[in-house]
């Protein structure tokens, strides 16, 4: 199957520092990523979608200017936390879009800011 | 009406039994659907796409009902192994997945 891999696995930092994961396709170009948001006990939550070449499509309450998404090649795609705080410690996972609809996550990033 | 929703459970079953999930959808438009599976602090994993006509994949099937709008996923013969979160999605718009919240299974040896 199509491998998605993200980086880092796990960061934590203080508070106000920004924070950068990146999410490679491996073995195959995906013109569009998404990225999403998981807090403990919850769904995942899609904050944006990334296409390739132009601006992410970001979901309704998720502040473009805090999560700064760039899709600069087909094989990745990375999103910058901003001035992170506390309330913004949670998995963040992306996801590649394959064949038929299908989407293939990367194994997901753990962020704490303290 | 949430846009997919779903039992969160947990479902308590021992191994070997069968036991299924529903989860149901209110776009009637929509196109596409999955079932996930998401172990403890892992991402989530496809496990089967839901054809029009069902589909079945080893112990694993899943149907669609578009007419009362929900997709089922049943798992027969349970191993311990199975025990995860089992999330189903909806593809509500040009690519754009909608997860449910997903449901606990639970197997007991």
């Known amino acids: 199957g199509a491998v998605v891999s993200q980086h880092p696995s796990w960061v934590i930092c203080k508070s106000g520092t920004s924070v950068k994961i990146e999410c490679r396709s491996l073995d195959f170009q995906a013109t569009t990523m998404f990225w999403y948001r998981q807090f403990p006990k919850q769904s995942l939550m899609l904050m944006a979608t990334s296409n390739e070449g132009s601006k992410a499509t970001y979901e309704q309450g998720v502040e473009k200017d805090k999560f700064l998404i760039n899709h600069a090649s087909l094989t990745l795609s990375t999103l910058t936390v901003t001035s992170a705080h506390p309330e913004d410690s949670s998995f963040y996972i992306c996801s590649a879009r394959g064949l038929v609809d299908t989407q293939y996550f990367g194994p997901g990033t753990r962020l704490t800011v303290l | 009406r949430k846009e997919v929703e779903q039992d969160p459970g947990p479902f308590n079953v021992p191994e070997g039994a069968t036991v299924a999930f529903n989860c ?21 994993k496809l496990l089967m796409s839901v054809y029009s006509s069902g589909n079945e994949d080893g112990r694993f099937t899943a149907q669609l009902n578009r007419a009362s709008q929900y997709i089922s996923l049943l798992i027969r013969d349970s191993k311990l192994s199975d025990s995860a979160t089992y999330l189903c999605a909806v593809n509500t718009g040009y690519s754009t997945l909608t997860f449910g919240k997903g449901t606990m299974l639970l197997v007991s040896p």
Do not use: L, M
């Open chain 2, 24 to 44: 149901t959808y209110s776009n009637s438009a929509s196109q596409s659907f999955f079932w996930y599976r998401q172990d403890c602090r892992k991402e989530p």
